[in-house]
């Protein structure tokens, strides 16, 4: 016989203002099988769970209705009370008053009769509920860090250092992301690389870090706590138990003409290259796009010149499996070229650069050893013009977000402009300055009053080459809008910041969901910035939207302190609102007739075969069986099943069936 | 006030690129950028000015704001707006009084026969706005070339021409 | 093969030479362009800046008469006038309440016709077959003049690139001329202005030609009657804004592309123009 308590909420005045409370109280304690009924204003209070509790003890309750606000909110809270009561957890559910009820109606006699429907069909249903007990299923802790900036490092470093192993992958031959092409970081004017090279090189030499460059995730499967990645090690074309890193091979490849994707296309490297001098691993790979070897089958004077014998042409990609228990997400961000802009020449113009290629030009190990030239002739520019706001900002192209970073870098790219170049002048054409950083606002200031950049408010409709010099057409808004139009020697694009390639591709196999701008989406904008959906994948820095160094560590360093944090426990608890086929007595053993339907509907490859067998080892039958582990209790299996021989936990046909019958008052 | 037109001035967030780009910026009392903002304010006293300013007739609706702005506000469609409402008003800035006198001549001349008339037009402006000696010269040369028709081509529809004109010069005085 | 043919009052008048050569060149290609009947002025620039529904209803009543003529596809050389066609279309097809102005002018327009504008005509039924019929190619440098309402607004004519764009340059190359790079292909000429305020024409067109003449090239080429009125008659008004006179020369597409084809320089009406044509 069932004994069920009901207990309706208040929830201070959120439920009562619409729905008299008492009164649905009192309707629920005349229902059959109910053995307590009580109204009160707080339930999920200590004191309100107290109620909820005693009544238990005392009155032997089987079932427990709480008639309040959404499970969401507070089920685990409720399950948890009737759980230290002695009351299995799972025989608790809650009747939603309040986003389903008081919140959408107005004050009424039909709102609380609403309200009292809504606790009867839960008070039916729970006399079909049976007591489940959670799943566990262990936790591998092993952590897998996607991307090698600086997000990704900090990241590594911080589960590392927690005990726990971590494996790395980069798609780079290197490791350092952006951070490493640049020449110095606001608002310190720290020299970039060397602030970042030390972690690099933490990274590369930490005992529980395993670095895989040129690699990239080729598929993954399973689970929080149980996911089996692929990781396709592409070939390095050497061997680099026995590279050296001298650099011999780099020295003599002849094939010398390559444009530098570490240079933003503004310097040249070899077929067989290490990206900049700082790179961890200092190992070099071969472009084979690009290598004579592989296009004509003639040279290889690197293997002639290797001293250890390193080269290996015909090393194949390798992919590798890993068991993991959860993952970072770190693989950053890109830029939108100059060839964007139609009305700032579609990127046929050379002195028109991107704010990355102005770093590589500004770096003192860049393709001009750190002094502002020219591409085209390779003069200093005596002027200079910054655009900010180059396609962020514009839902006309596209991209209505801001960019984020490059009110910042513009100050600090006109700021070292004029250090390097004395007597040049600058100008920078923006919209709104957002510095809204530590020390931020300052160091614009700085560029303002200090180093004496002008500063330009207005933007500009287009740019033509005449004679060599960049004719700039732009206005200053503060003026009456008075046009301004200026002979630049070299302009600097702030182009916005675009999700990396390939992230699209990333976020479907990993099932996580992204954006339109293709940026991953984070579970909650403010309160879970760092986790997925998808439980067990974390993000990292600005693969999830354009962002600055200091933040993109501590994002880094919160993704870490999750993963560190599941794996603080060695198994985990998951609810058992699963899938089960049924089973019965022999000679049926089964109402599955072994059709298999919702082996193919399953959407998380959870359901698998059994085969029953007699005891000479015969097969009687085949029939589904449901891996508790994968099931995330969607309950398409459920509907495709034509037998009804699988069923949800906690939510079965009878269960259902009950609560439908209750609402209709037949049963 | 401009949902007649779907122009929407809260979307204008002053960036200037059509000021920028607009070939007459320079000539214009307040550019296209700051009537927007004159618009935005919603002020009454502003609107009458932007009404009355000569921008809106020097406006040679070229098309090149609308292409560069970001917000992709149909600033053309905004001056033709305000252009028929100054008229309507009698707003018209006298500075402008030979762009108004052209459209005006230029108007009555295709009314009468249908298709433009060059002498017709030349000396409807010329009496509208005394100006002349204006291009005098350039009659004789256009006609040696041939590009001067001294007797209107007229079509054979006039009416139905009048009867257009008639009908849609009843809306505007509302 | 027979299109409708639309020349607008600017080729009945002052901009003769244009509409000489477009037949010319069509007639060379076994094109026959027929007239639409009765057709009136479609209101150009004063209609849409004094009386919306003005500039909607004129355009309409030509469609109307293209429609009823059985033409499916007319050519419109003046670039203004294919713009206010294509406009109108546009705008009668988005808000069904203007359509209301068609039916009060008693006219009927299904929507039937195409308006192509002059380099569209060309692409579509010249070039082709050009390259086999250049005789005499157009060995110049050749400054491509766009003017702005053949690509603005893009939204609604959908016609080549709103910066930079190429169709004409395209057409010239296949007609052996040298296409250069320049700063000012869709930069306005000053327009509707060319009476009102000439002072703005001189500047406008002034530093058009100024930086087509700064880079080399030996002819302008134009695809509208009052791009062409602007840099061609108003040469002296240019002239007084650049400090020197400028002697470069402004030819239609079809007059160069006639020229190409060794058609004869009379039937093409180059002696029309202020600026001699001497290539």
Redesign the interface.
Known sequence: MSKIGVFVCHCGENISATVDCAKVAETAGNYDGVAFSVDYKYMCSDPGQNLIKSAIKEKGLTGVVVASCSPRMHEPTFRKACAEAGLNPFMCEMANLREHCSWVHEKCEATTEKAIDLVRILVEKVKYNHSLNEIKVPVTKTALVIGGGIAGIQASLDIANTGHKVILIERDPSIGGHMSQLSETFPTLDCSQCILTPRMVEVAQHPNITLYTYAELESLEGFIGNFKAKIRRKSKSIDEKLCTGCGQCTTKCPVKKIPSEFNEGLGKRTAIYVPFPQAVPNKPVIDRKNCTYYIKGKCKVCEIVCPTGAIRFDQEDQIMEVEIGAIVIATGFTIKQPDFF??Y??GKYPDVITGLQFERLASASGPTLGEIRRPSDGKIPEKIVFLA?AGS?????GIPYCSKICCMYIAKHAMLYQHKVHGGKSYVFY?DIRAGGKQYEEFVRRAIEDDGVNYV??????I????GKL?V?????LL??M??EIEADMVVLATAGIANDGAEELAQKMHISYDPYKFFAEAHPKLKPVETNTAGIFLAGACQAPRDIPESVAMASGAAVKVAGLFSQDELTREPIIAVVNRQAPPVYSSCVGCFLCVSACPYQAIGKEEIKNRNGEVIKSIAKVNPGLCQGCGTCVAFCRTKSIDIQGYTHEEMYTEVMALLNEY | MLEHTEVKVTHCYQCGKCSAGCPLSEEMDYPPSVIMRMLQTGDPVLEEKVLRSFTIWVCLTCEMCFARCPMSIDIPKMMDFLREKSLNEKKANPKAKEIVAFHKSFLDSIKYTGRLYEIGLFVDYKTRTLKIFDDLALAPKMMKRGKLNIIPELIKDRSGMASIFRKSNKKNKN | MTLGFYPGCSLKGSSREYAESVLAVAKAFDINLEEINDWNCCGATAAHNMNKELSLALPARILSLAEKQGLTEIVVPCAACYSRLTVTIHELSKDPALKAITEANGLEYTGSVTVLNIVQMLDKYITPNLEGRVVKPFDHKVACYYGCLLVRPHEILKFDREEDPQTLDVLMLKAGATPIDWAFKTECCGAGLSVSRTSSVGRLSGKIIGDAKDRGAEAVIVACPMCHSNLDMRRNEIDSYLGEKVDIPVLYITQAIGLALGLDRKALGLQRHFVKVTV
């Open positions: 139609p009305e020449g579609y706001c900002r514009d839902p006309a192209k919209m408010r207005g933007r500009v409709s287009r033509y080459e005449k004679n004719i057409n732009g206005v200053d808004t009456n809008a046009p301004v």
